[in-house]
């Protein structure tokens, strides 16, 4: 993992901190992508809202007061 630090003069111990936690972060990711734990926020299955196609003409003949 590469880590750029754009604005600051963090001290050496900040760097290994955050670089420790990004680190961290970074396993729990991976290891929760093997596992097959997927989070479906957002499916279109899941909303009656969004079980149709979006269509962008839908509202073109509606007269606006």
């Known amino acids: 993992m590469d880590i750029t630090i754009v604005k600051g003069n963090p001290t ?3 760097v290994a ?3 420790a936690v990004l680190t961290e972060l970074e396993a729990e990711a ?3 992508r093997g596992t097959g734990e997927r989070d479906l926020w957002g ?3 899941l909303s009656r809202h969004f079980s149709t196609v979006f269509n962008p003409g839908a509202f073109s ?3 606006y007061f």
Do not use: C, G, H, S
């Open 30 to 32: 991976r290891a929760k």
């Open 43 to 45: 499916t279109p299955t």
């Open 12 to 14: 050496d111990d900040e």
């Open 61 to 63: 003949n509606v007269t």
């Open 17 to 19: 901190a955050l670089t």
